[in-house]
């Protein structure tokens, strides 16, 4: 940890334990979550693939050198850029996790740590990367210094977010089913012959509703002010998924190839509105002269 950051408080310690926990307990899932084909997997799988083309705008300017990847996880983006030349230091707080990724991504090297007590010496990457980590963050700006410390002055960050809105598809969904929800479950149990039911005990929130904080993109960008950073580029990730009355229509698989297209429409000039709508915002960053 730099000396000027204090040691976190007693809330953000439950958070960032309840964190390393979950995570600890479902290591084995995230194989798994970034070779499927649920939409969650799609998600994972674009932000990546993003992430990794911010880099390579990097490298075409400055060439590649030494990554740290905060949150690695599994190790599935650090082996991709490992792949395209950087040499990747991999930080997370679980040790299964970190196992993990030792196997998916041989190169690298593996470091238990939180993001707010970052074990180097200032100025050590050439540029960091902090994919769905934000949101599990207790002090997102004590940590977002922390990484600057970390990086170069001439550095770069990419960091994404979760977006607290509903998705432009959801969206759409939502007009184009036309009929109110209860009206057409109303109609429903008439036809099927089923009585009024009692809605069902709201159960305990989960995980990620509970510990990851969805933030705008102008949120986002706001942190990364006040920590020290300015966004130089912006992308939207993921545009959910299109539901009539409930019913898939199609393919998951078309669902994707509508998010894919939407991501290329919103790398457009003007298209900044299309691209706060996406369910995950992706943004590169430079450190401000101190």
Same mark, same amino acid.
């Given at each position: 940890?730099?000396?000027?950051?204090?040691?976190?408080? =007693?809330?953000?310690?439950?958070?960032?334990?309840?964190?390393?926990?979950?995570?600890?307990?479902?290591?084995?899932?995230?194989?798994?979550?970034?070779?499927?084909?649920?939409?969650?997997?799609?998600?994972?799988?674009?932000?990546?693939?993003?992430?990794?083309?911010?880099?390579?705008?990097?490298?075409?300017?400055?060439?590649?050198?030494?990554?740290?990847?905060?949150?690695?996880?599994?190790?599935?983006?650090?082996?991709?850029?490992?792949?395209?030349?950087?040499?990747?230091?991999?930080?997370?707080?679980?040790?299964?996790?970190?196992?993990?990724?030792?196997?998916?991504?041989?190169?690298?090297?593996?470091?238990?740590?939180?993001?707010?007590?970052?074990?180097?010496?200032?100025?050590?990457?050439?540029?960091?990367?902090?994919?769905?980590?934000?949101?599990?963050?207790?002090?997102?700006?004590?940590?977002?210094?922390?990484?600057?410390?970390?990086?170069?002055?001439?550095?770069?960050?990419?960091?994404?977010?979760?977006?607290?809105?509903?998705?432009?598809?959801?969206?759409?969904?939502?007009?184009?089913?036309?009929?109110?929800?209860?009206?057409?479950?109303?109609?429903?149990?008439?036809?099927?012959?089923? =009585?009024?039911?009692?809605?069902?005990?709201?159960?305990?929130?989960?995980?990620?509703?509970?510990?990851?904080?969805?933030?705008?993109?102008?949120?986002?960008?706001?942190?990364?002010?006040?920590?020290?950073?300015?966004?130089?580029?912006?992308?939207g990730i993921n545009y959910g998924r299109f539901r009539f009355m409930g019913?898939?229509?199609?393919?998951?698989?078309?669902?994707?190839?509508?998010?894919?297209?939407?991501?290329?429409?919103?790398?457009?000039?003007?298209?900044?509105?299309?691209?706060?709508?996406?369910?995950?915002?992706?943004?590169?960053?430079?450190?401000?002269?101190?």
């Amino acid at each position: 940890m730099h000396p000027e950051h204090g040691a976190p408080g =007693g809330q953000a310690r439950d958070q960032l334990r309840a964190v390393k926990d979950y995570f600890s307990r479902n290591s084995g899932d995230w194989d798994a979550m970034y070779r499927g084909r649920v939409p969650e997997s799609y998600n994972y799988r674009a932000r990546a693939a993003a992430a990794l083309q911010m880099l390579h705008r990097v490298a075409e300017h400055g060439g590649t050198g030494r990554l740290l990847d905060i949150g690695s996880g599994a190790g599935f983006q650090a082996a991709a850029a490992s792949a395209a030349g950087w040499e990747v230091v991999g930080v997370d707080l679980s040790l299964p996790m970190l196992r993990r990724a030792s196997a998916n991504a041989p190169q690298g090297l593996w470091v238990v740590a939180s993001a707010d007590a970052l074990p180097f010496k200032g100025g050590t990457f050439d540029a960091a990367m902090m994919l769905g980590v934000v949101g599990y963050l207790p002090e997102p700006v004590t940590s977002l210094r922390e990484v600057r410390a970390s990086v170069r002055p001439d550095g770069h960050l990419v960091v994404s977010t979760l977006v607290n809105q509903r998705f432009l598809l959801d969206r759409l969904s939502h007009v184009v089913s036309v009929v109110p929800d209860w009206i057409y479950l109303s109609i429903k149990r008439v036809l099927t012959r089923a =009585g009024p039911q009692e809605p069902p005990p709201p159960g305990a929130p989960s995980f990620f509703a509970e510990h990851n904080t969805r933030r705008t993109e102008q949120q986002l960008e706001s942190l990364l002010t006040e920590a020290g950073w300015r966004a130089v580029r912006r992308r939207g990730i993921n545009y959910g998924r299109f539901r009539f009355m409930g019913k898939r229509l199609w393919p998951e698989r078309f669902d994707e190839t509508l998010s894919d297209l939407l991501t290329q429409f919103a790398r457009l000039p003007g298209a900044g509105v299309l691209r706060r709508t996406a369910m995950t915002t992706l943004v590169l960053a430079v450190p401000t002269p101190e």
